[in-house]
C-alpha cells in the first residue's frame, strides 16, 4: 500500500542539540510539505518542496531546516536554534503543487519533547 | 496572505443527530478550492470532503455535505445521523489555484467535535 511514513513516533532533544524527523513516501508524489501542531493553532507551514532538490521556506521556517535530495525523502531538521521546539510535526505529499484540486496526504505524525 | 477562521473551538452532538461546523476564510482569488479534514485521537489526518470554488453546487460525501457560500466566503461542514466514529478535530483548508501562494495549505485552528451516546 502507497503511503507516508513518518519516524520516530516520539523524539526527545536536549538542550542544544539538532534533531532529524524523518519522512518517506512511495506514493510517487512531486510536492512535500511539514507542518507543526500545537494545541489550538491549527497546523502551520515550516518548509515545502515542489521537486527535488528544490524547496521553499513557510511560515515558521526560521530554526529548522530541510533537504530534498530524493523525490520519496524530505527530512526535517530542528535545530537548537528553535527555542520552543515542543509540538507535533506533521509531513504531508501530493501529486504536484499545480494540482490544487488534489488533496495533500498526511503521514502519522511525530511528536517532538524537550528533555 | 490566506486566513481561514473556524469560530467554534467546541462542538458536541448527540448520536444520531446532525451538527454543522462553521468555517470562513478570506481571500482575493476567485479560483481556489476548500477542504474539510478530520483528525481523530490517533492524530492521523484525513480528507473528509472537497469543493471547488467555480462550482456552485455543493459536495456530498454519504453522511457529510458542504454549504458553501462563495460570496459571503463561507464554508460550513453538516455531519448528519452523527455516529461516534466521528468524534474528532476538524480541519478548514483552503488552497489556491494561482498566485504566489499556489499549491499551499492553509488551515483554520480547528473545531473539536464530541459525538455523545
Known amino acids: 500500500d502507497g503511503g507516508i511514513t513518518q519516524s520516530p513516533k516520539y523524539l526527545f532533544r536536549k538542550e542544544g542539540q539538532n534533531v532529524t524527523l524523518s519522512c518517506e513516501q512511495n506514493?510517487?508524489?512531486?510536492?512535500m510539505y511539514w507542518y507543526r501542531q500545537d494545541p489550538g493553532q491549527g497546523l502551520r507551514l515550516i518548509y515545502y518542496?515542489?521537486?527535488?532538490?528544490?524547496?521553499q521556506k513557510g511560515d515558521i521556517a526560521e530554526g529548522y531546516s530541510v533537504s530534498r535530495e530524493k523525490k520519496e525523502s524530505f527530512p526535517l531538521t530542528v535545530t537548537s536554534a528553535q527555542k520552543n521546539p515542543t509540538a507535533f510535526y506533521l509531513c504531508?505529499?501530493?501529486?504536484?503543487?499545480?494540482?490544487?484540486?488534489?488533496?495533500?496526504?498526511f503521514g502519522d505524525g511525530t511528536r517532538l519533547s524537550i528533555l | 496572505a490566506q486566513t481561514v477562521t473556524q469560530s467554534q473551538p467546541e462542538m458536541s452532538v448527540q448520536e444520531a443527530e446532525t451538527v454543522t461546523l462553521s468555517c470562513t476564510y478570506d481571500?482575493?482569488?476567485?479560483?481556489?478550492?476548500l477542504f474539510w479534514y478530520k483528525q481523530p485521537p490517533s492524530r492521523q489526518m484525513i480528507l473528509v470532503i472537497r469543493?471547488?470554488?467555480?462550482?456552485?453546487q455543493n459536495a456530498t460525501e454519504n453522511r457529510f455535505s458542504v454549504n458553501f457560500q462563495k460570496a459571503a466566503k463561507s464554508f460550513s461542514l453538516k455531519i448528519s445521523d452523527s455516529q461516534l466514529g466521528d468524534a474528532a478535530m476538524y480541519f478548514c483548508?483552503?488552497?489556491?489555484?494561482?498566485?504566489?501562494?499556489?499549491?499551499?495549505?492553509?488551515f483554520g485552528r480547528g473545531t473539536q467535535l464530541t459525538v455523545w451516546p
Open positions: 469543493q471547488e470554488a467555480y462550482k456552485q
Open positions: 504531508a505529499s501530493s501529486i504536484r503543487d499545480d494540482r490544487v484540486d488534489q488533496p495533500q496526504h
Open positions: 481571500t482575493s482569488e476567485s479560483d481556489y478550492y
Open positions: 518542496s515542489q521537486i527535488v532538490n528544490d524547496f
Open positions: 483548508a483552503y488552497r489556491a489555484d494561482r498566485g504566489s501562494t499556489l499549491g499551499r495549505l492553509y
Open positions: 506514493l510517487n508524489h512531486d510536492a
